[in-house]
């Protein structure tokens, strides 16, 4: 759990997040060229609605609604009602409810039905795998069968044909390049050693995505599962402790970029407003069952390249240094993690912002905000 002042900056982040998200920005999304009456008149609810990707595509459907021919009600899951206030100017309004709870606890589920799930809630920071590694798990896995369950007990949408539940996984589900691809695509499968304490967050999403499938084959639920890069925006938070949210903070801080490896890792990024429209292309477009990589080779990137580039931007310097043990139980041990996004490339989708644009349009928006 944060400390006390820890938390105090988290709660200052979520008042300002919102100025961040550019009314530009929000105008694209909500003018994709989707099939969107698939929401029209449905309630949508959003697990890790506080999150850096959930107040993104809530602010999206929310602008959305501001359209006279549109109505979605939102339902924001979280385990904080207090931080979901101070995020969102919603509260109180006709087409926005909170639900406060934790979604890795046994039977739990909010008490409003919903047509949509969209299940994002996750322990995603490096340093929680090895700090809280039951949590990352359970997050995955139990909270997941809960919101399945809450699923099926919304009987009309078991009538419908569209997608139903959208299940946010990784990556990290490829594991480490075995060294016969250049790129992963949705068929790929690479080596995990599942007797390691990092193996915890790949493997538990492994494991989310045959849950849905058997909750797709026994239940009906029409599940589709977006694969999602290392997101980047100006929503991460101050407790992001994933590599390139620590260069971003530090650089906007005034103090030098530190990278803790030799950083020729590559990796494939997208800003959370790219991921966003992938969801929101694989709810919309997409077909149930399938998993589509949220991924475009504009943003594969080194993490050396990356550091130099908010280090550049930020007026700072790069420095090495050795990563404590926790930080080292913490790191994926993959080396070469590029994800072809070819398949939802096919239903339309496209990156508004490769990886230059990205994280400079993240630093200047987080530095204007103050």
């Given at each position: 759990?944060?400390?006390?002042?820890?938390?105090?900056?988290?709660?200052?982040?979520?008042?300002?997040?919102?100025?961040?998200?550019?009314?530009?920005?929000?105008?694209?999304?909500?003018?994709?060229?989707?099939?969107?009456?698939?929401?029209?008149?449905?309630?949508?609810?959003?697990?890790?609605?506080?999150?850096?990707i959930?107040?993104?595509?809530?602010?999206?459907?929310?602008?959305?609604?501001?359209?006279a021919?549109?109505?979605?009600?939102?339902?924001?899951?979280?385990?904080?009602?207090?931080?979901?206030?101070?995020?969102?100017?919603?509260?109180?309004?006709?087409?926005?409810?909170?639900?406060?709870?934790d979604?890795?606890v046994?039977?739990?589920?909010?008490?409003?039905?919903?047509?949509?799930?969209?299940?994002?809630?996750s322990?995603t920071?490096?340093?929680?795998y090895?700090?809280?590694p039951?949590?990352?798990?359970?997050?995955?896995?139990?909270?997941?069968?809960?919101?399945?369950d809450?699923?099926?007990?919304?009987d009309?949408?078991?009538?419908?044909?569209?997608?139903?539940?959208?299940f946010?996984?990784?990556?990290?589900?490829?594991?480490?390049?075995?060294?016969?691809?250049?790129?992963?695509?949705?068929?790929?499968?690479?080596?995990?050693?599942?007797?390691?304490?990092?193996?915890?967050?790949?493997?538990?999403?492994?494991?989310?995505?045959?849950?849905?499938?058997?909750?797709?084959?026994?239940?009906?639920?029409?599940?589709?599962?977006?694969?999602?890069?290392?997101t980047?925006?100006?929503?991460?938070?101050?407790?992001?402790s994933?590599a390139?949210?620590q260069?971003?903070?530090?650089g906007?801080?005034?103090?030098?970029?530190?990278?803790?490896?030799?950083?020729?890792?590559?990796?494939?990024?997208?800003?959370?407003?790219?991921?966003v429209?992938?969801?929101?292309?694989?709810?919309?477009?997409?077909?149930?069952?399938?998993?589509?990589?949220?991924?475009?080779?504009?943003?594969?990137?080194?993490?050396?390249?990356?550091?130099?580039?908010?280090?550049?931007?930020?007026?700072v310097?790069?420095r090495?240094?050795?990563p404590?043990e926790?930080?080292?139980?913490?790191y994926?041990?993959?080396?070469?993690?590029?994800?072809?996004?070819?398949?939802l490339?096919?239903?339309g989708?496209?990156?508004?912002?490769?990886?230059?644009?990205?994280?400079?349009?993240t630093?200047?928006?987080?530095?204007n905000?103050?």
């Open positions: 759990m944060p400390d006390q002042r820890l938390q105090s900056r988290l709660y200052q982040d979520d008042r300002r997040l919102n100025p961040r998200l550019s009314q530009d920005a929000l105008s694209y999304c909500a003018a994709l060229p989707i099939d969107w009456s698939r929401l029209n008149g449905k309630t949508i609810a959003v697990s890790g609605a506080t999150g850096m959930g107040t993104f595509l809530i602010d999206v459907l929310m602008r959305k609604n501001a359209e021919d549109f109505r979605c009600d939102v339902i924001a899951i979280g385990r904080n009602a207090e931080r979901i206030r101070a995020r969102f100017p919603y509260v109180g309004g006709e087409h926005f409810h909170v639900a406060q709870m979604v890795s046994p039977g739990a589920c909010p008490e409003l039905p919903a047509d949509i799930v969209v299940h994002l809630a322990t920071h490096p340093r929680a090895a700090t809280e039951v949590a990352t798990i359970t997050s995955n896995i139990i909270g997941l069968k809960n919101l399945l809450y699923a099926c007990s919304n009309a949408s078991r009538h419908g044909d569209g997608i139903d539940f959208v946010a996984s990784s990556v990290e589900v490829y594991g480490q390049n075995r060294g016969d691809v250049e790129r992963f695509d949705e068929r790929y499968c690479g080596y995990i050693d599942a007797n390691t304490l990092r193996a915890g967050y790949p493997e538990a999403k492994r494991l989310g995505e045959s849950l849905c499938q058997a909750y797709r084959e026994q239940y009906g639920v029409r599940p589709v599962i977006p694969r999602i890069a290392r980047y925006g100006p929503t991460l938070h101050a407790d992001d994933k390139l949210s260069f971003i903070h530090r906007l801080a005034g103090e030098d970029i530190i990278l803790k490896s030799e950083g020729t890792q590559r990796y494939s990024y997208a800003y959370v407003g790219d991921t429209t992938g969801l929101l292309y694989c709810m919309m477009q997409g077909k149930a069952g399938e998993a589509y990589n949220i991924a475009d080779s504009a943003s594969d990137c080194r993490l050396r390249d990356l550091a130099a580039l908010v280090a550049e931007y930020c007026g310097e790069v090495f240094e050795l404590d926790v930080e080292s139980k913490g994926s041990k993959a080396t070469l993690a590029l994800m072809d996004g070819g398949k490339a096919g239903l989708w496209k990156v508004k912002y490769p990886i230059r644009q990205g994280i400079e349009r630093l200047h928006m987080m530095r905000a103050g």
